[in-house]
């Protein structure tokens, strides 16, 4: 019995002070998210001009037309930041499939381009990997850390990081289309009668991506040939996609609702390999002010 009041003891213990923790690592996240978020506001412009002009289109390929006609009514306001949740699941394994369930904020902002994630992948039940994934002020952020205390990485400030981050950006533009307008930076070339490339120079950093459309007019997929991707510590170059599904109307503009990303690894490595599953759980718009 002596030694049964000791176990009992040890285990009580041991969850006050896994609660303590879990406790010190939520609030010790959202500071670090919160300084996140400063340094992306900081940065921020408002977008010029503030409604959308279907003469701005004139010139663009014709599939790219017909996508921002699809999309954007006429007079459009300009959007300006964005929030953005999403629920899903996220494939934690590099050789064989770890799923695991996700929720996730992220604040963007379009001018100057940036977003900061902030997601928890749940492990086990009361045990979640924090992130951060975030592009602010031209630099890539990427930090994952064990109840938003215990580091697992910690990667900022290299040229191929902040490429990776933009073209996120980019290709997560399908959620925020007045973004890709030739207004907002974006330069549009023909691929072929259903795809095109979009080319962005964020102040030195510079990424292209190719945007395929379907017979509506809406982007089914977004790919960039080389994209940094982390493995066993290190960044490799690897072909990157993403797919969107689910378009319906917010705030009068046609966006998709649900989306997977992989990457596309050649056959060896074991070919196409999803590793986000997501559907939006909450898409709140903020638009440029109306200049005289």
């Known amino acids: 019995m002596g030694f049964l009041k000791i176990a009992v003891a040890i285990f009580a213990i041991a969850g006050l002070a896994f609660a303590v923790l879990t406790v010190w690592g939520h609030w010790r996240w959202q500071g670090l998210t919160q300084g996140l978020i400063e340094q992306l506001e900081a940065a921020r412009l408002e977008p010029q001009p503030s409604l959308f002009d279907a003469r701005e289109l004139d010139g663009l390929p014709p599939v790219v037309q017909r996508y921002f006609r699809a999309v954007l009514p006429e007079a459009s306001p300009i959007i300006a930041a964005a929030e953005i949740g999403h629920r899903g699941r996220f494939n934690m394994g590099e050789a064989a499939d770890a799923?695991?369930?996700?929720?996730?904020?992220?604040?963007?902002?379009?001018?100057?381009?940036?977003?900061?994630?902030?997601?928890?992948?749940?492990?086990?039940?009361?045990?979640?990997?924090?992130?951060?994934?975030?592009?602010?002020?031209?630099?890539?952020?990427?930090?994952?850390?064990?109840?938003?205390?215990?580091?697992?990485?910690?990667?900022?400030?290299?040229?191929?990081?902040?490429?990776?981050?933009?073209?996120?950006?980019?290709?997560?533009?399908?959620?925020?289309?007045?973004?890709?307008?030739?207004?907002?930076?974006?330069?549009?070339?023909p691929v072929s009668e259903s795809s095109a490339l979009a080319t962005v120079d964020d102040g030195g950093v510079a990424v292209s991506l190719t945007f395929t459309f379907g017979a509506d007019g809406l982007i089914e997929s977004v790919r960039a040939e080389a994209r940094g991707r982390t493995v066993g510590g290190k960044i490799v170059m690897r072909p990157w996609e993403g797919r969107w599904f689910d378009y319906r109307v917010q705030a009068g503009m046609r966006v998709p609702m649900a989306g997977e990303v992989a990457w596309l690894l050649p056959p060896e490595e074991g070919g196409r390999k999803p590793y986000w599953r997501g559907s939006t759980t909450l898409l709140r718009y903020e638009f440029a002010p109306k200049w005289p």
């Open 99 to 189: 799923w695991k369930p996700f929720s996730s904020r992220q604040r963007v902002v379009m001018q100057k381009p940036g977003f900061v994630w902030d997601g928890a992948i749940r492990m086990l039940p009361g045990l979640s990997v924090r992130v951060h994934d975030a592009y602010v002020a031209g630099e890539g952020v990427l930090h994952p850390a064990l109840l938003g205390l215990f580091t697992l990485a910690s990667l900022r400030g290299t040229e191929t990081l902040a490429q990776g981050e933009l073209m996120r950006f980019y290709a997560e533009a399908v959620c925020y289309p007045t973004a890709l307008l030739p207004s907002q930076g974006v330069r549009w070339t």
